[in-house]
């Protein structure tokens, strides 16, 4: 069984910082992919980043960047120069022979 | 560019009532799978359909029942509503039934009175 575990329920950032929010799964399938959503406080779940497993580089888009450390099994979120608007909370997923396998979430809160 | 769309957003029920949840997804995207959040909880994968097949099972009451659509559009049917059926219900979309990103709707807020 798949499953992903998000340590950090809660994390406060400065605007204008970086912030990295943590995440490591689990899993037996060989090939999976590895997802971050964001979901602000008005509810839709918005698709962040992408990860395969077979990517050799780091996935990035815009100011998100995902630190993915096979090994460790782990895929940390991490977000640039904060803006007020990346308060919400932000959950981790994975795919592989199954459908989305969410971890609990981790709420940031950004503060001028 | 066009998004999955949910209808309705909002819907509130008394128990032991029905509700039917719709759901139309990215045009060309052929697979549906749907979710429920629960209050300050994460998405737990309900079903999802591939081609107006079922492709996968999760956590589905069997008071629940679903279908896609030839158009691709799928439908979330309720029964015997209970108060611990109240939660965010999400329907989301992919190019493909298998590690394809998904794309979600906004949510249809059910509250069961």
């Known amino acids: 069984a798949q499953k992903i575990t998000q340590t950090q329920p809660g994390m406060f950032v400065q605007e204008k910082e970086a912030v990295t929010l943590d995440c490591t799964y689990d899993?037996?399938?060989?090939?999976?992919?590895l997802f971050w959503y964001k979901q602000p406080s008005s509810g839709e779940m918005i698709f962040l980043i992408y990860?395969?497993?077979?990517?050799?580089q780091n996935a990035t888009e815009g100011r998100y960047s995902l630190n993915f450390q096979k090994a460790r099994k782990s895929a940390n979120l991490v977000i640039s120069a904060s803006q007020l608007g990346d308060s919400a909370m932000y959950f981790c997923?994975?795919?592989?022979?199954?459908?989305?396998?969410f971890g609990k979430g981790t709420r940031l809160s950004v503060i001028a | 560019a066009a998004g999955v769309i949910q209808s309705p957003r909002h819907l509130i029920k008394e128990k032991r009532e029905t509700a039917t949840l719709k759901c139309y997804p990215i045009?060309?995207?052929?697979?549906v799978y749907w979710y429920q959040q629960g209050p300050g909880q994460d998405p737990q994968f309900l079903i999802s359909?591939?081609?107006?097949?079922?492709?996968d099972k999760g956590s589905i009451p069997d008071r629940f029942s679903a279908q896609q659509f030839s158009d691709y559009h799928s439908e979330l049917n309720m029964s015997s509503l209970e108060l611990g059926d109240s939660a965010l219900y999400f329907c989301?979309?992919?190019?493909?039934?298998?590690?394809?990103?998904?794309?979600f709707g906004p949510g249809t807020r059910l509250l069961v009175l």
């Open positions: 989301a979309s992919s190019l493909g039934p298998t590690g394809e990103t998904q794309y």
């Open positions: 899993t037996s399938d060989p090939s999976y992919g």
């Open positions: 990860q395969g497993s077979y990517d050799q």
């Open positions: 997923a994975m795919t592989g022979n199954t459908p989305l396998v």
């Open positions: 045009p060309r995207h052929d697979t």
């Open positions: 359909f591939y081609e107006k097949m079922q492709s």
